[in-house]
């Protein structure tokens, strides 16, 4: 398995960059997990310069979607929604329409916030990634709240989660993960969308 972790956060000590990096402790060993490029590196999504040629960043955030089995996104909650920044990097990944990279992908989602929301933002974006034809792992939810209590830095680099329920929900997730891309769940979730895609270009 081939993980791809997208951080909605740019923050330099971001609780949600923590929790991608200890996600390997909780998968079994032989999977890969990948940091995508920073998200803050893309440039405001602009339909002008989304051409054949687009933004180096661009596209290379685009393959590293296309190359994984399954992608893992973390954001903290923003005004009760999606970070911007993350919103225009979902932008850039499910375009062009009929061959975008985020397109019949298996997604498992995470809000990690020091504050007492999160469950807005995790239905704004898990429902977005679902109605663009992606399988958005529904069970369990993981909202991390008042981070700074649960997920603390350790010297040798590190990251620990100090919370056993978390740290249980974190391997059921990771195993739902699993199962639907074994069952090739991202793919049945695309399949309307591609058979749209494919019937309106010949219309
Ligand atoms: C502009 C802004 C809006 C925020 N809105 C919310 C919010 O709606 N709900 C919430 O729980 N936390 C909110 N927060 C707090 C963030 O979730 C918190 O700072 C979080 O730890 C940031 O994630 P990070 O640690 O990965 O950088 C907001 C923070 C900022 C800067």
């Not at 972790?5 to 923050?11: A, Y």
């Not at 997604?107 to 995790?122: D, E, H, K, L």
């Not at 981070?147 to 590190?158: F, K």
Request: charged share 20%; proline share 5%; glycine share 6%.
């Amino acid at each position: 398995m081939k993980i791809l972790t997208i951080c909605g956060s740019l923050r330099r000590e971001s609780y949600n960059q923590m929790l991608l990096s200890s996600l390997s402790q909780y998968a079994p060993k032989d999977w890969v997990f990948k940091q995508s490029i920073s998200i803050g590196e893309l440039p405001h999504y602009n339909e002008d310069i989304d051409t054949a040629t687009p933004p180096s960043s661009v596209d290379q955030f685009r393959k590293e979607i296309e190359e994984a089995d399954a992608l893992y996104w973390a954001m903290p909650e923003f005004n009760h929604s999606i970070p911007g920044v993350l919103k225009n990097a979902l932008d850039w990944a499910t375009h062009p329409l009929n061959e975008a990279a985020l397109l019949g992908r298996v997604i498992a989602v995470s809000v990690v916030t020091q504050g007492r929301g999160g469950y807005r933002g995790m239905s704004d974006l898990s429902r977005v990634l679902r109605d663009l034809g992606n399988f958005v792992v529904p069970a369990p939810e993981l909202c991390i709240q008042f981070a700074h209590e649960h997920i603390s830095p350790e010297e040798n680099g590190q990251v620990s989660i100090t919370d056993p329920v978390t740290e249980k929900l974190l391997k059921i997730q990771l195993q739902n993960l699993e199962y639907a891309v074994r069952h090739r769940m991202g793919h049945h979730a695309g399949m309307c969308w591609k058979n749209f895609f494919e019937n309106m270009a010949t219309l």
